[in-house]
């Protein structure tokens, strides 16, 4: 396993919660990261990527606003602050490492894959 994931648990709609994913191996410190997230019987749905040197983020619209993308390479992490967490939020977290240098919302430009971790919004 070359990306681990943690940081999920059980909130109310409103709490805050924060992701972490930390890179086994140096080869991927500088890759595009990204998070993932997926219910059962779905589609893997892109919330957010941060370019190499973090300069660079995108979005998907439905967290603009109340999720934070941030890395650091020193410490091979990546991390994902979620705030006003919602009942739709809810799903399995995961993180992803891509060598392209463009961020992509699709999950085919991502070769590597956290094990993933579980988010729960009531409401």
């Known amino acids: 396993v070359q990306l681990q994931a943690s940081g999920g648990g059980s909130v109310q709609a409103g709490a805050s919660l924060r992701l972490s994913c930390v890179g086994v191996?140096?080869?991927?410190?500088?890759?595009?990261k990204a998070w993932f997230r997926q219910l059962p019987g779905k589609e893997r749905e892109f919330v957010a990527a941060i370019s190499g040197h973090g300069r660079n983020t995108l979005y998907a619209d439905s967290v603009k606003g109340r999720f934070t993308i941030s890395r650091d390479n020193a410490e091979n992490t990546v991390g994902l602050q979620m705030n006003s967490l919602k009942p739709e939020d809810t799903a399995v977290y995961y993180c992803a490492a891509s060598r392209e240098f463009t961020l992509s919302e699709s999950s085919y430009e991502y070769d590597n894959w956290g094990q993933g971790t579980l988010v729960t919004v009531s409401s």
């Open positions: 191996g140096r080869t991927l410190t500088m890759y595009t």
